[in-house]
């Protein structure tokens, strides 16, 4: 006897609230998008970062440069984050709505 089935629990079950395997893949999916992006931004911006020096005066600007970078990163996360909520709300009421017109019609179709 197994412990799961000590415990009442079928071999197989799923928790209630666990995560489907498609649901983790697209999560996954969606973090290593977010790395590839922010490996691009710090790629162009060391790339840029001695133009944009000696364009301010020398290396004693680097710092100021830097800051100023990290700073704009920083205030900048948590507005993608509020934008990328208010977009995924409304795209699931959008759905949600298009779901609750079509269902009614779909089942006055099958009625005639």
Same mark, same amino acid.
């Given at each position: #006897? ?6 009442? #629990? ?13 649901? &983790?893949?697209? &999560? ?6 977010? #790395? ?10 060391? !790339?840029?970062?001695? !133009? ?14 830097? !800051? ?10 948590? &507005?993608?984050?509020? &934008?990328?909520?208010? !977009? ?25």
């Amino acid at each position: #006897m197994s412990a799961e089935q000590s415990l009442g #629990m079928e071999p197989n079950a799923v928790e209630p609230g666990a995560l489907s395997q498609r649901q &983790i893949l697209v &999560i996954f999916g969606a973090l290593m998008l977010a #790395m590839l992006l922010a490996a691009l931004d710090q790629t162009i911006v060391s !790339t840029a970062l001695p !133009t944009i020096v000696g364009d301010l005066g020398g290396l004693s600007q680097l710092s100021w440069v830097v !800051t100023a970078y990290i700073l704009t990163s920083t205030v900048s996360s948590p &507005i993608y984050g509020k &934008i990328g909520e208010d !977009t995924v709300a409304k795209l699931s009421s959008r759905r949600r709505l298009s779901f609750s017109w079509s269902a009614p019609r779909s089942q006055a179709s099958r009625r005639t």
